[in-house]
Structures are given as C-alpha cells and as structure tokens.
C-alpha cells in the first residue's frame, strides 16, 4: 500500500539550529515527492519537489531509495520557518501528476529565537 | 491572478443532509482535485477532474461525489451527511497536475 510517514509530530528548534524533518514512504515503483508547507494563517503551498532537486528558502530533500525515505533538511533554522510541513507522494495514474497526493501527517516546526 | 476560491467558507448540517461545496480554480488551470483534512485522518486525496473528466479517485464511499463543469470550476456533493464527514474540505488547482494551489478550504461541521 502507497504510505507516508512522518513520525515527528512536532519539533523544536532554536533559531540558527540545523532541522531536520523526516519522511518516509511506502510505493511500490519510482515515487514522486513532494514538501508542502503551511505558513499560519496562510494557504497549503509547495515547497519542493524531489524531481527539480532545487533548494527553496534554504531547504533541501534528498530521495534515498534505499531508505525509502525523503528528509528535509535546513542547516540553519530561521523563526519565519516555524509551520507545518507536509510530506507527500503522488499516487496518481498520470506521470508527475500532483492531483492525487497522498500526505503524511504533518510535522509542526517550531523555530524559538 | 486570483487565487483558488472556495465557497462557502463555513457550513453547519445536521446528519442525513446533502451538501455541495464549490471550488473556483485558478483562471487557465484545468485540473482540480478534492482533498478532506481532519485531526485524526490529516489530509486524504477525494478526488481529481481533469477538463470534466474524473482521472483519480480516493478511498471514499459513494456519498462523496464531485464534477467539473466546462469552465473548470468544480462542485463536489456529500449525500446523506454523517457525524464523521465534519472536516476542512480543500481544493487545489493545478495547469495540468503539476505544482497545486489550494484554496482556504471550506469547514464542514455535522451536527
């Protein structure tokens, strides 16, 4: 079965701090994944995709297919970071396709100056 | 742009009622998906219309249903409401099925 797991409710850091927010996940076949990110107050967005293996505001993610894992890492957390963070898988039928995603739980990131 | 709008941003319903939800996609996104989020579940995929055309599914019963029309925009029906379909129902837009955009969502309570 498709399955994503993030197994850190929450995590505290203080600002300036590496983060680390883990993923796991469970697919059979070469997975897509995804971060989204929910500022307060603010819409669900993407952060990052693994596919475009870019950096967006200082994060970063590596596919480990050994692992099956996705971890998201930031070497210096910042307090705007503080939010929650949701690990993704597309499970669609169409290649690269976000429409049907199956999310973890979430990860609430607090930063503390 | 504007961005994904959905309507209404609140809704209260007794069980056994029928309520549809709407979702206004971003203008030139043709694909809309359908997700519910609650506390213990978190986010759960429903489903995805892709130019009126439902191309993905999730694991929810029959009363969940949803359609795009030929503008895009997109309604999504729950029949026969029960206690636990109290949720934030999100809609996101996307061109073809890449990057999502989400709208605020509308929060369902059954009473």
């Known amino acids: 079965a498709q399955r994503v797991t993030q197994p850190e409710k929450l995590l505290s850091v203080f600002k300036g701090a590496p983060v680390e927010l883990k993923c796991n996940y469970s697919?059979?076949?070469?997975?897509?994944l995804f971060w989204y990110v929910q500022y307060s107050r603010q819409r669900l967005q993407l952060l990052l995709r693994?596919?475009s293996r870019e950096s967006i505001k200082g994060f970063t993610a590596d596919l480990n297919k050994g692992e099956t894992s996705f971890h998201l890492k930031k070497p210096f957390a910042q307090e705007e970071d503080s939010a929650m963070y949701y690990c993704?898988?597309?499970?669609?039928?169409?290649?690269?396709?976000?429409?049907?995603?199956?999310f973890g739980k979430g990860t609430k990131l607090s930063v503390k100056p | 742009k504007a961005g994904v709008t959905q309507t209404p941003r609140y809704l209260i319903k007794t069980r056994g009622q029928q309520v549809t939800l709407s979702c206004s996609p971003i203008?030139?996104?043709?694909?809309v998906s359908w997700y519910q989020q609650t506390p213990g579940q978190g986010l759960q995929f429903l489903f995805e219309y892709f130019s009126e055309t439902q191309r993905n599914k999730g694991n929810f019963p029959g009363r969940f249903s949803g359609r795009q029309f030929s503008n895009s925009r997109s309604e999504m029906n729950v029949s026969t409401l029960e206690l636990g379909d109290s949720a934030l129902y999100l809609c996101?837009?996307?061109?073809?099925?890449?990057?999502?955009?989400f709208g605020s969502g509308t929060q369902l309570s059954v009473l």
């Open positions: 693994h596919i």
């Open positions: 203008s030139g996104h043709r694909s």
């Open positions: 996101a837009s996307s061109f073809w099925g890449e990057k999502l955009f």
């Open positions: 697919y059979s076949g070469s997975p897509e």
């Open positions: 993704a898988l597309s499970g669609g039928n169409y290649g690269g396709s976000q429409g049907n995603l199956i």
